[in-house]
């Protein structure tokens, strides 16, 4: 069945750099896109980025100037890098296809000296 | 950036109750409007794809509609385990946007 799993670091330090790695499993990357949606703590949810089943990329808009998302297809692997952390990217960062099905269950950061 | 308003940011409500909770975008997003619930502690659920189409396994009291450019999601008789959080999504372009959230909660 349908399976995300986002793995990574729980602390970052501030202006260090964050590696999120979401496996999937029970569908192809190069047929569905993957997003990542993070949550600050007690906040909204908020759009980060997507791969697109093509390999093509989308960020939002506040982030794109620290953010890169990559895959690797044979890995059933999609991959997440935010470099220049501050205390604000502090939250539960989610992947996910969006569509119906489960997203993962998340991953707590939090960055702090 | 298409920003997405959502209203109201909390909602007490009563057991039994019709809830409408809504959206309105900045620009035309056509129907490209999901709805998603989050209890706490848990990972979002989709409810609501294409402005008006039931995900699988959604209870048949939720329901979606488009008047516009404001976008509705209608709980027909509130039941306990719809208390949750709730939140608009417009995938129409990059980037996509979530509405601020609804917190529905018992009166």
């Known amino acids: 069945q349908v399976q995300l799993k986002e793995s990574g670091p729980g602390l970052v330090q501030p202006s260090q750099t964050l590696s999120l790695t979401c496996t999937v499993s029970g569908f192809s990357l190069t047929s569905n896109s993957v997003h990542w949606v993070r949550q600050p703590p007690g906040k909204g949810l908020e759009w980060v980025g997507a791969i697109w089943s093509g390999g093509s990329t989308d960020y939002n808009s506040a982030l794109k100037s620290r953010l890169s998302i990559s895959r690797d297809t044979s890995k059933s692997q999609v991959f997440l890098k935010m470099n220049s952390l501050q205390t604000e990217d502090t939250a539960i960062y989610f992947c996910?296809?969006?569509?119906?099905?489960?997203w993962g269950q998340g991953v707590m950061v939090t960055v702090s000296s | 950036d298409i920003q997405m308003t959502q209203s109201p940011s909390s909602l007490p409500a009563s057991l039994g109750d019709r809830v409408t909770i809504t959206c309105r975008a900045s620009q035309d997003i056509g129907n490209y409007l999901r709805w998603f619930q989050q209890k706490p502690g848990k990972s979002p659920r989709l409810m609501i794809y294409?402005?008006?189409n039931l995900a699988a396994g959604v209870p048949s009291r939720f329901s979606g509609s488009r008047s516009g450019s404001d976008y509705s999601l209608t709980i027909s008789s509130l039941e306990s385990e719809d208390m949750a959080d709730y939140y608009c999504?417009?995938?129409?372009?990059?980037?996509?946007?979530f509405g601020s959230g609804t917190k529905l909660e018992i009166k």
């Open positions: 999504l417009q995938s129409k372009e990059s980037p996509l946007t």
């Open positions: 294409g402005a008006t």
């Open positions: 996910t296809r969006l569509g119906g099905g489960p």
